[in-house]
T-cell receptor, first 113, second 114 residues
């Protein structure tokens, strides 16, 4: 069963516009939610995270929103830049213990100049 | 320290052979994780170390897989009697304790079993 779901495999936006990446989860025990970015032939790179007790976290051009009642989170990138083109993974970490990550399947973002 | 380092980057092996991968985490990180990623999927958790103790293993980790982290520093992941289904990217990550899962990944070892 897929506990973290990224239902859209790809997104294409114009440079300067907003990119909105969505993620749904099923496990109420998740404590932290994270976004990772991955370029080809590289490992995932941490981008931004949010605790389950918050509903928004912002870091520069990146903002993550969490809607716990809907079990939904989204990543907003404003303004989008061509260098943002990559595969983005949504991940969640359960409370306590190992803090292992449960990943979605990823979404490929393409930002066109 | 420049981050998490994995060796080798690529490994091609014949079915039935044994392979071993190495991971050098960020030096001050006491947590080390192994994940596996196949095409079109996100990384999947395999196992986790807190210092030298292996505290959790996924059901994905069959008895052909073994991982060690002697002295709580580098870690090795060995796959015995490799099968074609073992072909994947093997990712290592490390983190300090209590960072809500914020882990730093290496570049991975791509295994191809022929």
């Amino acid at each position: 069963d897929q506990q973290v779901k990224q239902n859209s495999p790809s997104l294409s936006v114009q440079e300067g516009r907003i990119s909105i990446l969505n993620c749904d989860y099923t496990n109420s025990m998740f404590d932290y939610f994270l976004w990772y970015k991955k370029y080809p032939a590289e490992g995932p790179t941490f981008l931004i995270s949010i605790s389950s007790i918050k509903d928004k976290n912002e870091d520069g051009r990146f903002t993550v929103f969490l809607n716990k009642s809907a079990k939904h989170l989204s990543l907003h990138i404003v303004p989008s830049q061509p260098g943002d083109s990559a595969v983005y993974f949504c991940a969640a970490s359960p409370q306590g213990g190992s803090e292992k990550l449960v990943f979605g399947k990823g979404m490929k973002l393409t930002v066109n100049p | 320290d420049t981050g998490v380092s994995q060796d080798p980057r690529h490994k091609i092996t014949k079915r039935g052979q044994n392979v071993t991968f190495r991971c050098d985490p960020i030096s001050e990180h006491n947590r080390l994780y192994w994940y596996r990623q196949t095409l079109g999927q996100g990384p999947e958790f395999l196992t986790y170390f807190q210092n030298e103790a292996q505290l959790e293993k996924s059901r994905l980790l069959s008895d052909r897989f073994s991982a060690e982290r002697p002295k709580g520093s580098f870690s090795t992941l060995e796959i015995q009697r490799t099968e074609q289904g073992d072909s994947a990217m093997y990712l290592c990550a490390s983190s300090p304790t209590g960072t809500g899962g914020t882990a730093f990944f290496g570049q991975g070892t791509r295994l191809t079993v022929v």
